[in-house]
Nanobody, 118 residues
Framework: QVQLVESGGGLVQPGGSLRLSCAAS????????MGWYRQAPGKQRELVAV???????NYAASVKGRFTISRDNAKNTVYLQMNSLKPEDTAVYYC????????????WGQGTLVTVSS
């Protein structure tokens, strides 16, 4: 059973920065894609950024150039550096990982709230 522990959310002023972390622990043979999604009040969950095991990335157009995803494969941890934050970035951010143990499994974190407000 893999568990995800997210950290780094909070309140920040517009133009500020935050760094989210998500550490996966448990039985993992292969870690595939790791990424971040977000869900704002009244909206559907959307992709923010993902990174494959090979290092390829995909970003939402709204965050490109401001957010950077990275991962530490030795620690099974994925990060999201968020710069130049805007009020519209306010949302619950969810970590998502795709891994293999005895079968391929996708798991979600519990979410961490990011609030961008003055």
């Amino acid at each position: 059973q893999v568990q995800l522990v997210e950290s780094g959310g909070g309140l920040v002023q517009p133009g500020g920065s935050l760094r989210l972390s998500c550490a996966a622990s448990g039985s993992i043979l292969v870690m595939y894609t790791m990424g971040w999604y977000r869900q704002a009040p009244g909206k559907q969950r959307e992709l923010v950024a993902v990174m494959t095991s090979g290092g390829s990335t995909n970003y939402a157009a709204s965050v490109k150039g401001r957010f950077t995803i990275s991962r530490d494969n030795a620690k099974n941890t994925v990060y999201l550096q968020m710069n130049s934050l805007k009020p519209e970035d306010t949302a619950v951010y969810y970590c998502n990982v795709d891994y293999f143990w005895t079968s391929r499994v996708e798991v979600w974190g519990q979410g961490t709230l990011v609030t961008v407000s003055s």
